[in-house]
């Protein structure tokens, strides 16, 4: 079996720029996941400003991705500047893990929903669900799919939060 038959990828990106949700123990397989939902906005990934951001941000621009550097603990307000321009200036998507850096594991933190507010964009989530995996015993649990297995990509219905206060807002997205 090739890769794209063990490979299944469910929904679709919406026409109009979006914020791109994945969680923090599913992100070694982002950057396969964004190219092959069919949409013509560049992804612009929100990274941490820390040493293994680095490298996480040299992997994506490998892989085709820009990356916008800070988190919530350090250049947050330089992160969320640089997510509104490229949203408001270019049209792009934005990425962002809202369970990272540190957890709690899927827990919704302030970035993706004040940067969807501030631009009026909806949040779009990715899930990745290999069949068989392993799993690390970190706090985000992450995810390595094991060889030759299936894996089904899914993107949500885009979830507006406009309008919404910050603790309803999180209560949508952790549904």
């Known amino acids: 079996l090739t890769a794209k038959k063990r490979w299944h990828f469910k929904g679709e990106f919406p026409d109009s720029p979006a914020i791109v949700a994945l969680w923090h123990g599913e992100l070694l397989m982002a950057p396969f996941v964004y190219p092959k939902f069919k949409t013509p906005r560049k992804l612009h990934v929100i990274i941490s400003d820390h040493f293994d951001g680095e490298i996480i941000a040299r992997v994506i621009r490998l892989m085709g991705l820009k990356a916008i550097r800070g988190s919530s603990r350090k250049g947050a307000v330089k992160a ?6 490229c949203v408001q200036t270019a049209g792009q998507n ?8 540190q ?17 009026d964009i909806p949040i779009v989530i990715i899930n990745v669900c290999p069949k068989s995996y392993w799993q690390a015993r970190s706090w985000d649990k992450f ?9 089904d990509f899914y993107i949500s219905e885009p979830i507006r939060v406009s309008g919404l206060e910050k603790e309803s807002a999180k209560a949508i997205l952790e549904k």
């Not at 969320?80 to 321009?85: D, F, G």
């Not at 934005?94 to 850096?101: E, K, L």
């Not at 899927?106 to 970035?111: A, K, L, P, R, V």
Request: net charge positive; aromatic share 2%; charged share 15%.
């Open 80 to 85: 969320l500047i640089a997510a509104m321009k």
């Open 94 to 101: 934005i990425g962002i893990t809202p369970d990272g850096p």
């Open 103 to 119: 957890g709690p594991r899927h827990s919704i933190s302030d970035g993706a929903i004040a940067i969807a507010q501030k631009a």
């Open 143 to 151: 995810i390595i799919p094991k060889p030759f297995t299936t894996i």
